[in-house]
């Protein structure tokens, strides 16, 4: 079975350009959360997406948004893209069954460079 | 989520058990230990989790101490496949909660 896919692996863009990045899950699992990946330092949270509701948000400005197809895949969008903006994203699936205690899956993340 | 305590950085020796300590002294209860690692250039892998029961798998074993303010991660035979940025990760049960909270780990290099 294929697991979480990223597309692109990598990207360059300018300041001010927009980016989307995609996700596939594994199959059968309905919900997908986003991570931002700075060099050096841990995943953060950016937000969850189930049954294409956003479930949760971090702590990031509004330039960044997401969504979630009714195939469970989803696009995460970053407008007006700044120099800070260049990292890793990952995207992550698991089951949703709500459990409380599922793991992630990760995919192996999109590398943006924003210049 | 509570807050977990890492070292920054391990080593440890091909073929012997790798113990990785992690600190969470503020932790609910209800709230789970994860561990995942992160290989270079990888997504991160789910390892192990754990409510208050040591558990056991294929991967790895969790310790957690009876007041379950810490806990250690053990690999029994470490490789070089190993070596990887371990998180550990203290996270609620709440229904439909999945956001995980990354501290800054710990690098764990094993040495041939």
């Known amino acids: 079975d294929a697991g979480v896919t990223q597309s692109p692996t990598h990207l360059i863009k300018t300041r001010g350009q927009h980016v989307t990045l995609r996700c596939s899950p594994i199959?059968?699992?309905?919900?997908v959360s986003w991570y931002q990946q700075v060099l050096g330092q841990g995943p953060q949270f950016i937000f969850q997406y189930y049954e294409k509701e956003e479930r949760g948000r971090g702590n990031f400005p509004d330039r960044f948004s997401a969504r979630q197809f009714p195939n469970y895949s989803s696009e995460l969008n970053v407008n007006a893209l700044l120099l800070g903006d260049s990292a890793l994203y990952l995207c992550?699936?698991?089951?949703?069954?709500?459990?409380?205690?599922?793991?992630?899956?990760f995919g192996s993340g999109t590398q943006l460079s924003v210049l | 989520d509570a807050k977990t305590t890492q070292p920054p950085s391990m080593d440890c020796a091909e073929g012997r058990a790798a113990n990785l300590p992690c600190n969470h002294s503020t932790i609910s209860g209800n709230e789970y230990v994860y561990w995942y690692r992160q290989i270079h250039s990888q997504g991160p892998q789910y390892i192990i989790h754990?409510?208050?029961n040591n558990e056991t798998n294929e991967m790895a074993s969790l310790i957690i101490t009876e007041d379950r303010k810490s806990s250690t991660l053990i690999l029994p035979h470490a490789t070089l496949r190993d070596t990887a940025v371990y998180y550990c990760i203290v996270r609620a049960s709440n229904f439909g909660n999945e956001k995980l909270t990354f501290g800054t780990g710990t690098r764990l290099t094993i040495i041939p």
């Open positions: 199959s059968g699992h309905k919900s």
């Open positions: 754990g409510l208050k």
């Open positions: 992550a699936s698991s089951p949703g069954t709500g459990q409380g205690y599922e793991k992630l899956f």
